[in-house]
């Protein structure tokens, strides 16, 4: 059973920056691709940024520019830097892990977003 625990999430006025973290329970290496998706209220789940073991990513055209994506290998981390908040990207994030068929979650972390 593969955890994924995120942290970093919080309250930033907009305009503002917060790094999200999500720590492995093994080595990220193992995984095909890492993301991290978010979900406000009455919305559905949606992919924010992801990163490929080869170390490519993509991002959702809302972020783009705003937000990154990055890996600690040595630390089986993967982290998600949010500069430029705005309000509409309120919501909860969670992390997921990808190993081929099979997919693993975060429980998710709460990022507000005042204006």
């Known amino acids: 059973q593969v955890q994924l625990e995120e942290s970093g999430g919080g309250l930033v006025q907009a305009g503002g920056s917060l790094r999200l973290s999500c720590a492995a329970s093994?080595?990220?290496?193992?995984?095909?691709?890492m993301g991290w998706y978010r979900q406000a209220p009455g919305q559905e789940r949606e992919l924010v940024a992801r990163?490929?073991?080869?170390?490519?990513?993509n991002y959702a055209d809302s972020v783009k520019g705003r937000f990154t994506i990055s890996k600690d290998i040595a630390k089986n981390t993967v982290y998600l830097q949010m500069n430029s908040l705005k309000p509409e990207d309120a919501a909860v994030y969670y992390c997921?892990?990808?190993?081929?068929?099979?997919?693993?979650w975060g429980q998710g972390t709460q990022v507000t977003v005042s204006s």
């Open positions: 997921k892990g990808e190993m081929g068929a099979l997919s693993s």
């Open positions: 093994r080595a990220i290496f193992s995984f095909n691709a």
């Open positions: 990163v490929t073991r080869s170390g490519t990513t």
